[in-house]
């Protein structure tokens, strides 16, 4: 029997989650830097190049400063926050489409009130993340904007 083509969307309570799709760490604890993050891969297929994920970020809560050599395509689909995209910080609300570009670094972070959850399209076949090394560090925090956003503590 083949896969159903329906993934319906499932919240119970105040959890944001797809039925039958397996919740999963964002990323391996000590791997890299980050804060209270899950996801949900929603769609893959070998066919295709791309992949759809749903990533949920807690309150409070922080995706890892990297950068790929692919791009993202981000909607978000609840909640508010900010992402840093290259050394420029954006505000975040429900249904804003965000485009990081390769080789760029970003970060996403939920507002202290409520956890920020959205879609990510990326390659199927992906590259490392590269984590930024304290001269890296330097350079984006010459912008007072990324300095602002990189100190925040998150609260």
Do not use: I, N
């Amino acid at each position: 029997m083949s896969e159903s083509p329906l993934r319906p969307f499932a919240p119970a309570g105040d959890d944001f989650r797809w039925a039958a799709v397996d919740l999963t760490r964002y990323k391996e604890e000590g791997a890299a830097p980050f804060r209270e993050v899950t996801r949900q891969t929603l769609f893959r297929r070998p066919d295709m190049r791309c992949e759809l994920r749903y990533f949920e970020v807690a309150a409070r809560g922080h995706s890892t400063l990297e950068r790929h050599r692919h791009a993202h395509a981000v909607m978000v689909l609840r909640g508010r926050g900010a992402v840093l995209v290259g050394a420029d910080v954006f505000p975040l609300k429900e249904f804003d489409l965000v485009t990081v570009p390769p080789s760029t670094w970003h970060q996403f972070r939920a507002t202290a009130d409520a956890p920020l959850g959205f879609l990510c399209m990326v390659d199927a076949e992906r590259d490392k993340p590269e984590l930024p090394d304290a001269r890296e560090l330097e350079h984006l925090r010459a912008s007072p904007a990324a300095a602002a956003f990189l100190d925040s503590p998150g609260d």
